[in-house]
Each structure stands twice: as C-alpha cells, then as structure tokens.
C-alpha cells in the first residue's frame, strides 16, 4: 500500500495535479494623505479575483499586521494606494518589512501606493521615483516595450493601445536603473499628463519616457509596480484582471 500511495503521489506530481500551496498576499491600504473613495472595494475585488485563481488574499490596516513574525506567512505585501507610509508606519514598523524585502520578498505597489512624497525613503528608493503629479481620469495611448511583448503582465498586447483611468507623474523615470524592466509607457501625446490643480502649477509632463509599469529585482527581492488601481473599474477588464494576476504571480516568484 505505501508503495501504491508513493507511485500515486508522484504520478499526480508529474501530470501537475498536485495540490499546489496557494500565493499568500497581504494587501495593505492605510493611508496619511489623499484617501482614494473605492479603496474597500478595491480590497474586495482583489479578495475575489484571488479566490477565482488560487490566490489567499488578506487584507489589513493594521501596522501590527506587517511584523517580522507575521510577514513570513506571504508570498508578497500588495500597497494598495496607500499613500504617505512613511506617516502611517513608525521607523521601527518599517523595519522588519525592509529586512522581510531584502531577504526574497515581494512587494507590488498599485496606483497611488507609490504616492510616498519623500515620506519612507527607502521604500522610494526600492521602486526608484516617487509621485509627481497626475491627469484626469482620461484614455491615453499604452505603449508596449519591445523587450515585453508576450510576457503575461502586458496581458497580449503589443506595440500600443489605448486605456482609460487617470495616470501618474513621477519625479524621474526608472529607465535604466539597476534591475528595472519597463513593461508599460505612456504616450504624454494622448493625453494631458498634469491636470489643473492648485498645487500641480510647478509640476511639468515627464515627456518621451514615460514608465507607467515597471518591475525591479533587487537580489532575490522583487519588485513591481502598476499605475493601474484608482478604482474598480480601472482595473476590472480583461486586461486590467490578466495584469493583475501576471503581475501577483511575478512579485511572489511564482510567474507562469
């Protein structure tokens, strides 16, 4: 009998029917500053696009969630436009998610979740730019990397097409900094990048180069950011939910 439940076993591990651990995510979405309105039902639609795909989301806003202890139950911490960590977050707090990082975590940023505005600069330096600005809630042209073309975060799509939600500035681009693949440009010609706000009058357009999705491998740490993310029907299309999940995937090192 222990030898048939031995050759069983290893047959269901062949043909991929073995049970496969589910990737652990903890979606952290307290804010300091400007609070997106649909961040809860952001926190659900995750919830919901991860248990359609084997994927444990929790959920938190709790600092006392993002401890050293409880930290190695996940695969990666997802910042749901959580904005000004570094107010919200004391430099103890900080800590053990730098040494968690540091030591082969993930860490995926939606939409405003890089809005830090110098707040914990480490974490600035990890995704390599901070916020700058941004437009209306407006479509504009997506321009694929060549070097991206066919991997699963661009969800099919090649060479350009068009999206719609609002999109942001950064005080530099990330190209060509160490372990950065740009995945996802925009094309500033499509759109009008700063909007009309009283405390936008000094920021400028980033111009030609213009990341708006990006990875970064530090060691064996892993990075990734969208611009996708201010509200559910952002992200709830075709595209946004294959991008999604592509880019969980990546930053828990368990990309397909």
Known sequence: MRSLAILLATSFMILGLASAKPIEVLVYSKTSWYRHPEIPRINGYLAILGAKNDI?????????????????????????????????LTVEQRKPIIEWFKKGGGIMVM???????????ELIEIAGCDFHGDSEFVEA???????????????GKSKEFTYTADWLNFDK?????????????????????????????????????HPICWRRKLGNSRYFFTGLGHDVKSIDTEFGRAHLLAGIRWTAGKAR
Do not use: C
């Open 56 to 88: 444990n989301v929790s959920i938190t806003e709790s600092p006392d969630e993002l401890s050293a202890r409880n930290l190695g139950n996940y695969d990666l911490i997802l910042f749901n436009n959580s904005t000004n960590l570094g107010e919200s």
């Open 111 to 121: 939409h405003a979740g890089i809005v830090q505005n110098g707040t914990w600069p």
């Open 141 to 155: 042209r997506f321009l694929v990397d060549p070097k991206a073309e066919g991997d699963p975060v661009v969800a």
């Open 173 to 209: 681009s990330v190209t060509g900094l160490p372990g950065v693949e740009v995945l996802l440009r925009l094309d500033e010609k499509s759109y009008v990048p700063v909007r009309e706000h009283p405390s936008y009058t000094d920021m400028k357009p980033m111009g030609a180069d």
